[in-house]
């Protein structure tokens, strides 16, 4: 295991820069997802990081070690690519072996690790078999197995994981999960699918146009995004943003938005009250907005707006509405399944002023996170 550090690093393709800057320190053992969308950089970063790209500014460090300039087959590092990359005339063994057999291994170490990588990744009784005789999933544990043979400082997947079907993938998301926390690898993932980045990360790098985002947390991502872009990447359904002031109405400090008055807590109202009238970008998730009529009580930060359903969409035990206010504005939120909601429906809706985030509309970053 090992810790990485890149600093200051940027990476420039002909004239254009498509890395800037970046400074990322993962820690030994931890689990890092690179998310982000197409054309955003994360595996130019992982390739980068494995050797297979150089670095046009900064250094990479590795265990401590600068790395910046040490050549691929030597960084103690193993790497699946999104293609698995199997040779499609050797057997499940001789795949996994490959690297083993190069690095010219004993005998016995080569049985040693072959077996424990087969019982590891549920690869039994598999060993003869060639790629095009596998299924996605078995070809994913294929590719991990053949990597975890050559006991890396540092594992690097690409991916990995696209290629599967929905069932596929959630129970290779768990399989991946129990991999990490057997062997204690430092592990950098990249992906541009939200929930394998929540559900397997011990921390998420949001990259944007080469750019570090955010780095945190997969809960702190989503309580309190730092940038607008964090905001309306991480979460399904996006969040809700609407255009408007920090106001003050009848001694009630709050935003003035397309859909009302917002209410703020007593801790927002306090970190606002001295930005009374200035622009702002409000956001509220669609899971923080709840109908109205189905409670008696509310909270003093609650908003009650009234709202005319456009769209219904079933999500399975949820859905997921959209509807429009008397002026036009758009909010989505979401009811169970037991609620009985149809297009057309007007109805009153309760916005959680706990849950709101205020981010500056010019520089696009949260007003109140450091």
Not at 18 to 44: A, R
Not at 162 to 191: C, F, P, Q
Not at 291 to 305: G, N
Not at 344 to 370: A, E
Request: hydrophobic share 40%; charged share 25%.
């Amino acid at each position: 295991m090992a810790e990485v550090v890149l600093k200051n690093v940027s990476k420039r393709f002909g004239g254009r820069r498509v890395i800037g800057e970046l400074d990322l320190e993962i820690k030994n053992g931890e689990f890092v997802t690179l998310l982000g969308p197409s054309g955003c950089g994360k595996t130019t970063v992982l390739r980068m990081i494995a050797g297979l790209v150089n670095v046009d500014d900064g250094d990479i460090y590795i265990g401590g070690k600068r790395a910046t300039d040490v050549p691929a087959q030597h960084r103690r590092i193993a790497m699946v690519f999104q293609s698995y990359a199997l040779f499609p005339h050797m057997t499940v063994c001789d795949n996994i072996r490959f690297g083993l057999k190069i690095a010219k291994v004993s005998r016995e170490a080569l049985r040693q690790k072959t077996g424990w990588a087969l019982a590891m990744l549920k690869l039994d009784g598999l060993e003869s078999r060639y790629p095009r005789e596998l299924s996605g999933g078995q070809r994913q544990r294929v590719a991990l197995a053949r990597a975890l043979v050559l006991d890396p400082e540092v594992l690097l997947l690409d991916e990995p994981l696209s290629n599967l079907d929905a069932t596929l993938r959630d129970t290779a998301m768990e399989e991946l999960k129990l991999i990490h926390r057997t062997v204690g690898k430092t592990i950098i993932y990249v992906s541009h699918n939200q929930v394998e980045a929540m559900t397997m990360s011990d921390r998420i790098a949001l990259l944007n146009a080469g750019r570090l985002e955010q780095y945190d947390t997969p809960r702190m991502v989503y309580d309190a995004p730092k940038t607008l872009f964090s905001a309306s990447f991480i979460g399904s359904p996006v969040m809700n943003i609407l255009y408007g002031k920090i106001a003050r109405e009848h001694d009630i400090t709050g935003a003035s938005t397309p859909l009302g008055f917002f209410t703020f807590d007593k801790d927002l109202a306090a970190k606002a009250l001295d930005k009374i009238g200035r622009d702002v970008a409000v956001g509220i998730r669609p899971q923080h907005i709840a109908r109205a009529d189905r409670h008696s009580t509310r909270r003093y930060s609650d908003a009650v707006i009234t709202v005319d359903v456009e769209l219904v969409q079933s999500l399975g035990d949820r859905s997921l509405i959209v509807a429009k206010a008397e002026n036009g504005a758009i909010v989505r939120f979401m009811v169970t399944r037991e609620d009985d909601i149809f297009a057309g429906q007007r109805m009153p809706v309760s916005i959680d002023g706990r849950k709101i985030q205020l981010f500056d509309p010019l520089r696009y970053t949260n007003m109140f996170l450091p």
